[in-house]
């Protein structure tokens, strides 16, 4: 398992934009698959994006093809979750995964590192 950590998250009015990422302090996430969670109050934590190890496959949730783009640097060390045209229902807390293999996950139960989350607010 590896500690990470989101930052990014904030206050942002519906159509804006905004970027989250997430990195490993002391510990390189080049081998590890990253993937973006939401929770939102009251609802159950879905997946929204993911990326493999080298960042050549991603995969999205249905709900965010288009708006959002999830993206890594490995001289960074950082993972980064751009979302654009934010909606109301965008506002969450989002949780950066990871876990060392060279799939896409799309499953929480498949992750073994979390982070703490960050809350992102859309308003109207």
């Known amino acids: 398992q590896v500690h990470l950590v989101e930052s990014g998250g904030g206050l942002v009015q519906a159509g804006g934009s905004l970027s989250l990422s997430c990195t490993a302090p002391?510990?390189?996430?080049?081998?590890?698959?990253m993937g973006w969670f939401r929770q939102a109050p009251g609802k159950e934590q879905e997946f929204v994006a993911g990326?493999?190890?080298?960042?050549?496959?991603?995969n999205y949730a249905d709900f965010v093809k288009g708006r959002f783009t999830i993206s890594r640097d490995k001289i960074q060390n950082t993972v980064t979750l751009h979302m654009a045209s934010l909606t109301p229902e965008d506002t969450a807390v989002y949780y950066c995964?990871?876990?060392?293999?060279?799939?896409?996950?799309?499953?929480?139960?498949?992750?073994?590192?979390w982070g703490q989350g960050t809350q992102v607010t859309v308003s109207l």
């Open positions: 995964a990871g876990r060392m293999t060279n799939l896409v996950l799309t499953r929480a139960a498949d992750y073994f590192s």
């Open positions: 002391g510990r390189t996430l080049s081998t590890y698959s």
């Open positions: 990326i493999n190890w080298n960042g050549a496959i991603t």
